[in-house]
C-alpha cells in the first residue's frame, strides 16, 4: 500500500539552483507541507539517501496512518530510518540520534521531517540525560490524564518552564520527567550539551512555509484519503494490543480511530476529532519553527 503524499513543490527549479548536490540537506515543515515530495525531487535530481526525521514515521504499526513514504517512492531513493521500530517499544530523541550517526558519514543525507527536536539535536547537540525509570513515566502520564498539563508545569524549575514550549503536553511531561527521576531541570542539563552531529554551517537548511489557510484543506483531504487507503483497518490491526502510553501510540488520529473501533465514537466524529488534532499539531509546529529555524531558508508551499 502505498501512502498518501503531497504534490510536488513548483518552486523546486528554483531551490535546486541553490543547493550544492554534495551538501546534506534538511528539509523541515508542517504535516502535510510537501516536505516528502521536496527531499525525494531533491534525491532523484542530486542523489542523496532521505533520511526520516519524524519521530512517529519511526514505528513500524503506523504507516498509513504517519504517511510513511509508500512502496513506489522507497523504490525511486534510498531511504533510511522508516518503520524500523517496533510499535512497542520506546523511542526518543537520543535513539534518533544514535541511529542518524552512522548515516551522515556513509551518505548524502537528505534529512526530512516534522519533528523540530530531531533536527534542534543534530544541529545544536543533544544533553546526554539519563533514561527515565518505566515507573516515573508512568506517574507522569497518570498525573497528565488526572490533572493535566498546568500541575506538571507547575512544578518545573523556572529556567526550564522558559525554556520550553509550555503548550505542548509532550514537552511539559518530558521535562517533568527530567527533574523527577534526575533531580536536575532539563534546562540545567540542555546547558551541558555536547557538540552537534552536524552543524547548521555545513548543511542547507530548508523550512517550508506553509500557512494554516493553505494547509488546513490539505490536511482534511490527506486524512479522507488515509481513510481510503487502510487507515481504519490499520488501526483494528492495533486494537488488541493498544496501549495510550506508548510512544507509538500518539500517531495523530490513531486514539481517534481506536475510539470508534471501541464504538465510543462515530467514524464521522473520529474523523472529525483526528482533522482537529492534526491541525493542532501543525499549529505547535509553525510556532515551534518559527522560534527555533530563524535563520532556516524559507521555501514556500504552493
Known sequence: MTACKSPLL???????????PDRPVLIAGPTASGKSALALAIAEAQGGTIINADALQV????RVLTARPGEDDLARAPHALYGHVPGDAAYSVGHWLRDVAPLLETARPI???GTGLYFAALTEGLAEIPATPSAIRAEAHDRMTREGREALLAELDTATAARID???PMRVQRAWEVQRSTGRGLAAWQDDTPPPLLPLARATALLIDAPKDWLTPRIETRFDRMLDEGA????????AAWDATRPSSRAIGAAELIAHLRAELT???????AIIATRQ???RQRTWF???????RQVPAA
Request: aromatic content about 10%.
Open 290 to 296: 518559527r522560534a527555533r529555524m530563524r535563520s532556516w
Open 111 to 113: 534529512i526530512v521531517g
Open 166 to 168: 509550555t503548550r505542548n
Open 232 to 239: 481504519l483497518d490499520e488501526a483494528r490491526a492495533n486494537l
Open 267 to 273: 467514524l464521522d466524529d473520529a474523523r472529525a476529532a
Open 59 to 62: 514505528f513500524t504499526n503506523w
Open 10 to 20: 513548483p518552486a523546486t527549479d528554483d531551490v535546486f539552483a541553490d543547493i550544492p
Open 281 to 283: 499539531y501543525a499549529k
